[in-house]
């Protein structure tokens, strides 16, 4: 092979959403999380990153991010420095075993990558970006490398990125150990295991969140007074009880505890100082919306949670989909994102407020605050693709 020949893998990598929260580190450095966390992952075809790693002697010296078409600078983001540095270290021990290989960990990286929906917003981009990009550049290095294993890297780059390498439901165990080797992510059950779940977002913000969660979570470990006995006793509880539902595949234990989870969780940034608001007007209204749901069915069916940002994950049942989901239809029928089919009829507000449904300023609140629906269901891992963002000769074709 020709020694500036430009070597490419590329991956698509999906996004989680957490039903039992990751929120404060106990190493900052590391990234280790205060307590341990489990996330249902979302369909590809909905919520994806895409990211093609590229390496070649060619390339100028130095590596380089592009993200959403915009330069990313490595060497001031030492999250990426930290798995780019360390994939480049497994590479390393691979040619050291074979030293007819290709030294690609000396040839400087060109990684490209784009997401299909917004960045920072509270839709967990991170997360998919970095399993994205620690995947792709493994695949690129050809490394003999599980998914687990990789989940410690992807770690250090976006703690919820460690269970983005893996479809279902995933579990990321905190670890003790202070170096944390056994800080990593597992698979609790797999999509197929419970094909049927569900889940509705409401993109009530495309906006990037005034508060990172890197900065949210530290000041609410540093100044929290609910936050210690959440991350001692109530976590490690509700980790427990929700791998009992999942497995039993029992929705409505798994969403009380998906909405007890959810409120403590912003209960505890409510309690930071300065407080956190992450949630909104159209985000309450959502909650109502859920417990009427609930109510007029007389049983969970629709169970909702909010990372940090405003935007409402509501989980269903394929087989409650009309219970869970057609009063959201009816207030958002104008906007894109529901499957085709028929129609939900409309009902006026005051006709749903007056027959038990949700009260009227909410579905006002949720037409007027809602921009954008994405129906979509728990999917797989990270795939291989040959749709490179990066040809044959090292240029960037495409990036949105």
């Known amino acids: 092979m020709s020694e500036r020949e430009v070597y490419r893998a590329s991956t698509t990598a999906p996004v989680n959403i957490a039903v039992i929260k990751y929120w404060g580190k106990r190493d900052v450095a590391l990234n280790l999380p205060t307590n341990s966390s489990l996330s249902v992952t979302l369909d590809q075809d909905d ?13 100028p010296a130095g590596d380089t991010l592009l993200l959403n078409a915009q330069p990313q600078p490595i060497e001031v983001n030492s999250r990426t420095s930290k798995c780019l540095a360390a994939l480049r270290e497994l590479r390393r021990a691979v040619e050291a075993s074979d030293p007819s290989l290709p030294p690609l960990s000396t040839y400087p990286l060109r990684i490209v990558s ?14 998919a970006g ?26 250090q780059g976006s703690g919820s990125a460690c269970r983005s390498l893996f479809g279902g439901y995933v579990a990321w165990r905190m670890g003790t150990r202070a170096d944390g080797g056994d800080s990593l992510a597992e698979q609790v059950a797999p999509a197929s295991d419970w094909p049927s779940m569900r889940a509705l977002i409401l993109v009530v913000s495309a906006e990037k969140k005034s508060v990172s ?18 991350a001692a ?58 417990e009427t749901v609930n109510a007029a069915a007389g049983r969970p069916v629709a169970a909702y949670t909010f990372d940090a940002g405003p935007n409402a994950v509501v989980y269903f049942l394929e087989e409650d989909r009309a219970a ?50 994405i129906l979509t269901r728990v999917g797989e891992g990270p795939q291989s693709t040959r749709d490179h963002l990066v040809d044959a000769g090292g240029s960037v074709v495409k990036a949105s």
């Open 47 to 59: 919520l994806r990153a895409h990211t093609t790693a590229s390496c070649s002697s060619s390339y």
């Open 114 to 127: 784009s997401n299909n929906f917004p960045t920072a917003a509270g839709l967990a981009s991170s997360a």
């Open 130 to 155: 970095f399993a994205a990009l620690v995947r792709a550049v493994a695949d690129v290095y050809a490394l003999p490398t599980s998914p687990t294993e990789l989940s410690r890297i992807a770690r």
């Open 213 to 230: 969660s890197t900065a949210g979570m530290q000041n609410t470990v540093a100044t929290s007074s609910l936050f210690p006995t959440r």
């Open 233 to 290: 006793s109530i976590v490690p509880a509700r980790m427990a009880a929700m791998e009992a539902a999942i497995r039993a595949r029992d929705f409505p234990a798994f969403a009380r505890l998906t909405m007890a989870e959810s409120n403590s969780f912003h209960a505890t940034c409510l309690d930071t100082a300065p407080p956190i608001f992450y949630l909104n007007d159209v985000s309450r209204a959502a909650i109502r919306a859920v």
């Open 324 to 373: 869970a989901t057609d009063v959201f239809r009816r207030a958002l029928s104008h906007l894109e994102g529901w499957p085709p089919g028929a129609d939900v009829p409309a009902v006026a507000p005051e006709e749903e407020s007056g027959k038990g449904g949700v009260d009227a300023r909410a579905l006002d609140v949720l037409r007027a605050g809602v921009g954008r629906v």
